[in-house]
């Protein structure tokens, strides 16, 4: 019995060194890393990260790569602040010239491959950004990375991935991952791919040709992600596939989805909870680090953040944020105490810091089993998913006034519509005053639904009919009934060239999707501290807009008090100011849309590839879904520019149209950019003819005839009847579930509405002269017949007789007159 313990006791003790061993072997073979350089900005990042970093009980070793001069480090106070490894600086090339310090990352990494010895002891290595906060271990191998597929973040601004950009740089463009962040290699994929990182970052750094936001993403257009790139192209180069996982990492002011617990926080975008914000870009120069007693202002406590929010994926956002913040502070008061400063003074944010509450509320965090699913799982979810339920449904609007100028582009509008094959229902939102109505000729052009005009403001009388988009949203909403769950915002000088829908362009409730309107330089300005609590979070959107119904609801009213507030801050109309290049103030609604969707923090999707302008150049193989003609296009000597026919009725002109653009066959081609730019502006004047010309087949005797169209004669009757906010019944709405073949069809059937019975006028009168005559021949024999026995029985009633005659005769006129009216025709008697 014994020997049966002694034996026992000792695999007892086998085992539990074996375990050890385990452990301190996965400690050792695990390397996180992360890339600074000798600057106070990055300093305090990285005083946050590390103590993010011992928080959340990261395993194994942890690297700062230092990139710095000669000169820099004479003067640099933070090598204490991180284990480090020093690399040579690449900040500026020392082949080009080029100043360009993001080159660091991949060039500090290369060199910590070749030249450490920790890199020689090491199976998985994660690699991180300073600006984030650790909430939980990192592991590579529970979080599914596998030798020759590495698990990244998505970065999906990377649009180069899909257009000319990768053809050029990347000999494999279809293997181009857009990922980033957060990323966790096999440490023999990182050897075999770290040089072709720093080639292909040089690479894509010196293409300036290919700088443009619409090709690469880049909001400034300087090439600053070349680094990005030159990672995602030095992967798809040897055929280096990942696992892209979009739950690992989270921007605080995010919203985290249901179910979803980030391991890591990056705060590279400005965010704000209630009246406090945090924008790291505002720390440059911070040396808050070497500065005694000194921390980042403190947010909101928690117990404020549950008051502030009620939805608990809302408030778990929140409180990401503050988290974010209060792990970065903690970290400065460990560092100042570390630096040898004096015990700080008692505040209750610092006993907040120091407080049991807070180590619990920032305990290391797991990911669940959702936030370790792959995009492509995901992808495969969401296709069996679809193939269940039915797509949300959509209607599509637009605003208008009563004007010949917006007719024609109503006419240009519905044809596209019809042929785009765009879901639901679309509405013009007319605004009119009652005197415009009498004289309207319009009211079949579209679904419309009836709006006041607030072109001349009730209260202030400031002239501005831009105002009558935001207002005419507002009233539609509060008077239709809607049964859509996204609504599609378009302008009337648009031509549809495919369908916009929210399953596409990823709009979500919350997120709504929108194209950008650069010039908004407002949002970066004083116009936007003025005009919003949350200048941080106005977007430079515009045009095209696809938005939840919820979102909408509670925007529209916004949108509409902006407009009139920035239209009556004429101090600040200046160019310089608001990008308006008449300084009048006319772009006021645009920033009325965009502070008054950053008063509800309402962050937009911003998709370059929805809307393109005729005559700019297109991006390389993007299908883009509208033309937007608001400017001067042209070719050759063949121009067209919308503003030159506001005052000419091209609607109620019979064969009325523009002139035509130039055959294609005119066209050089020896310019492709210049070939393509060409061939869409041609095909916006074209559609815009076609759809003139369809209109007056409807409308229209025939081409020879100079009489008006056969609507003329029926708006003055039905235009009368209009009541604002009552859609035209005749056309409530119209559904795209067409062919392209139905414009023709259209025409025929609005033909057969539009001609007169004529062949049954003469028998319809025939027989109501035969009725009067019998009717008036039995009323004389009556009348014969009382006055006869009248005279018999009591003398003389005439005069009854004739009253009794009279009202005969007026019932039968009063038949008559109705009937006349109701078919609308005007046969005297």
């Keep these: 019995m014994a020997r049966v313990l002694i034996v026992s006791l000792l695999v007892g003790i086998v085992v539990c060194i074996g375990f050890s061993e385990a452990a301190r072997k996965h400690e050792w073979r695990l390397h996180t890393l992360f890339s600074v350089e000798c600057q106070n900005y990055f300093d305090w990042q990285t005083v946050g990260l590390m103590n993010s970093y011992r928080k959340a009980k990261q395993p194994g070793p942890i690297t700062r790569l230092l990139s710095c001069t000669d000169e820099e480090k004479k003067n640099y ?185 980030p391991i890591l926080l990056h705060y590279g975008l400005p965010f704000s909870v209630g009246n406090w914000s945090f924008n790291k870009l505002a720390h440059h120069e911070d040396g808050i680090v070497y500065e005694c007693g000194r921390l980042f202002p403190e947010p909101p406590y928690p117990r404020e953040v549950r008051q502030m929010e009620l939805d608990p994926n809302r408030r778990r956002g929140l409180f990401l944020s503050i988290e974010c913040i209060n792990i970065i502070n903690e970290g400065l008061l460990l560092q100042h105490a570390a630096n040898g400063c004096p015990k700080p003074t008692w505040s209750k944010y610092l006993n907040f810091l120091k407080s049991k509450a807070f180590a619990e509320l920032t305990k290391p965090k797991y990911p669940t089993p959702a936030t370790l699913q792959m995009m492509e799982d995901t992808k495969e979810d969401d296709n069996a998913l679809d193939a269940e339920k039915p797509h949300p449904k959509i209607h599509t609007v637009f605003s208008t006034e009563c004007t010949t100028y917006f007719d024609w582009q109503t006419v240009g509008l519905m044809h596209s519509f019809r042929l785009s094959g765009q879901p639901g229902n679309i509405t013009r939102l007319l605004s009119c005053t009652d005197e415009d109505l009498k004289q309207y000729k319009g009211h079949d052009l579209a679904p419309t639904h009836y709006v006041p005009s607030m072109s ?75 005009h919003t609590s949350h200048p941080e979070a106005c977007d430079k959107v515009g045009g095209v807009i696809i938005m939840h119904i919820d979102d909408l609801r509670k925007f529209a009213l916004l949108w509409l008090h902006k407009t009139e507030e920035v239209r009556a801050d004429r101090a600040h109309y200046a160019r310089n100011i608001t990008g308006d290049i008449y300084e009048s103030g006319w772009i006021s609604e645009m920033y009325g849309y965009s502070f008054g969707a950053a008063e509800l923090k309402l962050k937009h999707t911003v998709n370059n590839e929805i809307l393109i302008y005729p005559g700019y150049v297109p991006a390389p193989g993007v299908k883009y879904r509208v033309f937007h003609y608001g400017l001067r296009f042209g070719t050759g000597n063949w121009s067209f520019d919308k503003a030159d026919w506001r005052d000419v009725d091209m609607v109620n002109r019979c064969w009325a149209k523009f002139p035509d653009p130039p055959d294609l066959s005119t066209l050089d081609r020896a310019n492709e950019d210049g070939f393509q730019r060409d061939l869409l502006s041609i095909e916006c004047a074209k559609t815009l003819n076609e759809a003139l010309t369809l209109h007056h087949e409807r409308r229209c005797p025939n081409a020879n005839s100079l009489s008006p169209p056969k609507e003329e004669q029926r708006t003055e009757e039905s235009g009368m009847s209009r009541k604002f906010g009552i859609v035209d019944e005749s056309t409530d709405s119209i559904s795209n579930h067409i062919s392209v073949n139905h414009s023709e069809q259209l025409r025929k059937d609005s033909e057969d509405l539009d001609s007169v019975p004529k062949d049954e006028m003469p028998s319809s009168f025939r027989f109501w002269v035969i009725f009067l005559w019998a009717f008036s021949g039995c009323g004389f024999v009556v009348v014969v017949y009382m006055v006869y026995s009248g005279h018999k029985r009591r003398g003389s009633r005439a005069k009854p007789h004739r009253t009794r005659r009279r009202s005969v005769h007026t019932g039968f006129m009063e038949m008559n007159g109705r009937d006349r009216h109701s078919r609308g025709l005007d046969v005297p008697l």
């Excluded at 900040?91 to 920790?118: C, E, F, M």
């Excluded at 181009?176 to 970052?201: M, N």
């Design 77 to 261: 106070r933070g090598m204490h602040l991180a284990p480090t490894f020093e690399v040579p600086s690449m900040s500026k090339h020392p082949r080009t010239g080029d100043w360009y310090p993001a080159i660091n990352k991949p060039a500090g990494v290369l060199h910590w491959l070749k030249h450490s010895k920790d890199a020689k002891n090491v199976d998985w290595v994660v690699i991180l950004d300073a600006d984030m906060i650790i909430r939980g271990p990192i592991l590579p191998w529970e979080l599914g990375a596998e030798k020759g597929r590495p698990v990244a973040a998505y970065y999906g601004y990377l649009r180069g991935c899909d257009n000319i950009l990768a053809q050029l740089h990347t000999k494999h463009p279809e293997l181009c991952d857009k990922v980033g962040g957060l990323l966790a290699f096999h440490i023999d994929d990182l050897r075999a791919f770290a040089p072709l990182w720093l080639s292909k970052t040089e690479e894509v750094r010196e293409d300036k040709a290919h700088w443009a936001t619409n090709i690469t993403g880049d909001i400034y257009g300087k090439g600053w992600i070349s680094e990005m790139y030159g990672y995602s192209f030095g992967a798809a180069e040897i055929g280096l596939r990942h696992k892209i996982n979009d739950n690992l990492m989270i921007y605080p002011g995010y919203v985290p989805r249901e179910g979803i617990e």
């Design 456 to 530: 001349r403001h009730p209260l202030t009388g400031d002239w501005y009919p831009a105002i009558n988009k935001p207002a005419a949203v507002l009233h539609w909403l509060n008077h239709a009934n809607i049964d859509a769950e996204f609504i599609v915002i378009l302008d009337a000088d648009m031509i549809l060239r495919g369908p916009i829908t929210p399953w596409e362009f990823k709009a979500a409730r919350g997120r709504p999707v929108s194209t950008p309107y650069d010039y908004l330089i407002g949002c970066d300005n004083e116009l936007a501290k003025l």
